[in-house]
Structure formats: structure tokens, C-alpha cells
């Protein structure tokens, strides 16, 4: 079911222009904006994909990922079709560049916020909703209105998002949300524009934006030769410790996929960019790369290990409440761990 989209403005000759990401597109009749799911009709524009659920799952909120946000809880994960970059990596492409014909399944707000709660009522684990899977920015009339609904109901809203917004849709939606996982894709305006037809600078602009009004977590899929130098490795890690030093930040292997096929990541590569990275920040690690165990977390202080993390299978083993159980340091985390 279509919904007239928010954050747009109409021209002469029923042409719009949409607001609501750094594109700014100026879409003419009958036709659909980059991503592909907000079209123009009859000179209003409409986002195609309101009710549209492409994938629905109750997953680890480890798998988000977000380690400091109710470890070990689950979550209702969800999403639709359509994006607003095009990633040559990409591993959901198959949302993310699908158009209007794409079967999906029908779901409403409010029934987004029963299923968490017919979980709960089962006995069943689940904090809340996760919009995930494809770009959740793009579905902004659907997630808006669901995150509203399950704020009233005490459930909780995470986005899992590239983080291309324009800057008003973003404050509109962040009284609502919880959590957020951005991807900082790369540290450079050549690695957006060649790898993901996008830009930084915007991204860079939401996480700022977002850092303190919300629980955050960041991650960068390294791609070899592409984005995986120590040189920019440095100046993205040296970015988010002066914001803070305990916003987590993942770093994640890449395998070929898509439209690209360069070689995995190099274990040697992770493991010197997740020890580079430790030197600044108190919170890393490394996904997709089992063999490294980088998915433990540590106190900043004393180095004990607090949650021991092997897949998505979680062990608290070192908190007092949210304290080191050794030497006391206050421990960044959002919510009672659940392992």
C-alpha cells in the first residue's frame, strides 16, 4: 500500500523534488526517485513501500550488531525493499535495488508492534523492533509511525542504517529511537562516490547529529586496497574518539559479493586495524573473522574480560551491575545484559 511520503515539495508541472536524503532528487511524473520506491504520481509523491515488509525474523541483537545495547536480548527484525546507495558489496541487494513489482507481505504499524508484544505474552525475549535488512531511512513514513506506536508501548526502536538523512527527517525521528547502528562505509569522499554512490560527509553529519540523543554503534566493512588503510583507518578512529572514546565500532571482514569480487579481507589486515583502533577507542571489534576472537569485551581500565561472546552466543562474566567485577570501572551499556 502507497502512503504519501513526508519531507517533499512540488514544482510546476507536477514535478516533485524529495527532501528526505542528501540526493535531493527532482523526480518527474511517473517516475521514481534513486531508490526506487518513492515515485511521483500525478504530481504527489507517494513512498511505495509504506506497508511493504521484504523479511521479518527475531534475531540476536548481537547480529544488529550491538553489543552494548541489552546484550544477549532479541529482537524483532524487519524490513522492506529500496535504498538510497548503491553499494557494489552489497549483500542484500536483492531488497535493496528491488522496485515496485517485488513480492512482499503487508504489514501495519500496529501489527509491527503486536508481534513483539504476542512474543512477550509467549514468555519469549524480545526488547522490541529492529529496522534492518535494507535501508530503514527509506521506509521513514512506515518507521516513523511504528516507533511511535512502541514508544508508548515501552518497546524499543533500533535503526540499523547507512545514515544518509537529511538533517530535519533525522531529528523528526530521533526523540523515537533507541539504538542506532550507522555503517561508516569508508573515511574518504572517493571511497562513497566510487564504492557506494554517495557521499561522507552526510553520514559523518548523523552520527555527529546522533552520538548523544541515542545509543549508537558503528561499523566498517573493510574492503582491501579500497578502504583498509592504516592511514584511514587512523583519521575514522581519531573522528570517533573526539566525539567519544566509548562509542563501539565494528569492524567487519569483507567476502566478494554483488557487483564486486576483490579477495576477502586479510586476517592480518583486521588484526592490525582492530589493534590500531584499541590505542584510541575503548570498544572494538571485529565481525566475520571467528579465528580472531574479536567479539569479547573488555574493561577499558583493567582489561578483564566482562562479556564473552562466541557467535551470537553471549556470557556475562565479568559485570557487577554494569561495573567491572575486578576493579569497579563504569562499563558503557544500555539496558540489563541478558546473558
Request: glycine share 8%; charged share 25%; hydrophobic share 35%.
Amino acid at each position: 500500500m502507497a502512503n504519501e511520503a513526508l519531507f517533499y515539495e512540488k514544482k510546476e508541472n507536477k514535478q516533485v523534488t524529495c527532501k528526505l536524503c542528501p540526493r535531493v532528487c527532482n523526480i518527474g511524473l511517473g517516475r521514481t526517485g534513486f531508490c526506487k520506491i518513492r515515485k511521483n504520481i500525478d504530481g504527489t509523491l507517494f513512498a511505495l513501500n509504506y506497508s511493504r515488509c521484504s523479511s521479518i525474523a527475531m534475531d540476536p541483537v548481537e547480529k544488529k550488531p550491538l553489543y552494548h545495547f541489552y546484550p544477549g536480548a532479541n529482537i524483532l527484525s524487519m524490513g522492506t525493499i529500496g535504498c538510497n546507495l548503491h553499494c557494489k558489496f552489497c549483500q542484500n541487494w536483492t531488497i535493496a535495488r528491488a522496485e515496485e513489482g517485488y513480492l512482499t507481505e503487508e504489514i501495519t504499524p500496529r501489527k509491527a508492534v503486536d508481534l513483539v508484544k504476542q512474543y512477550r505474552q509467549k514468555g519469549r525475549s524480545c526488547i522490541g523492533i529492529a529496522y534492518t535488512y535494507s535501508e530503514p531511512f527509506t521506509w521513514f513514513e512506515f518507521v516513523f509511525e511504528t516507533a511511535q506506536i512502541a514508544r508508548e508501548q515501552g518497546i524499543k526502536n533500533v535503526l540499523v542504517t547507512n545514515g544518509y538523512i537529511n538533517k530535519e527527517p533525522l531529528q523528526q525521528i530521533l526523540p523515537y529511537i533507541d539504538a542506532m547502528n550507522i555503517d561508516v562505509k569508508g573515511f574518504s569522499d572517493e571511497y562513497y562516490r566510487s564504492v557506494c554512490s554517495g557521499k561522507l560527509g552526510p553520514v559523518l553529519r548523523t552520527v555527529e547529529e546522533a552520538f548523544d540523543k541515542c545509543h549508537i554503534e558503528l561499523t566498517t566493512l573493510l574492503v582491501p586496497g579500497l578502504n583498509d588503510s592504516l592511514k584511514e583507518i587512523n583519521e575514522l578512529v581519531s573522528w570517533i574518539a573526539g566525539l567519544d572514546r566509548e562509542i563501539p565500532l565494528h569492524f567487519s571482514r569483507y567476502f566478494p559479493n554483488y557487483k564486486m569480487d576483490h579477495p576477502a579481507t586479510p586476517i592480518q589486515t583486521l588484526q592490525k586495524v582492530w589493534e590500531l583502533a584499541k590505542e584510541k577507542l575503548d570498544y572494538v571489534y571485529v565481525g566475520n573473522a571467528p579465528q580472531l576472537n574479536a567479539g569479547n569485551t573488555y574493561c577499558p581500565q583493567c582489561k578483564f574480560k566482562i562479556i564473552e561472546r562466541y557467535a551470537y552466543t553471549v556470557r556475562i562474566t565479568g559485570l557487577d551491575g554494569k561495573k567491572c567485577r575486578r576493579c569497579g570501572y563504569p562499563i558503557r551499556l544500555v539496558g540489563d545484559p541478558k546473558g
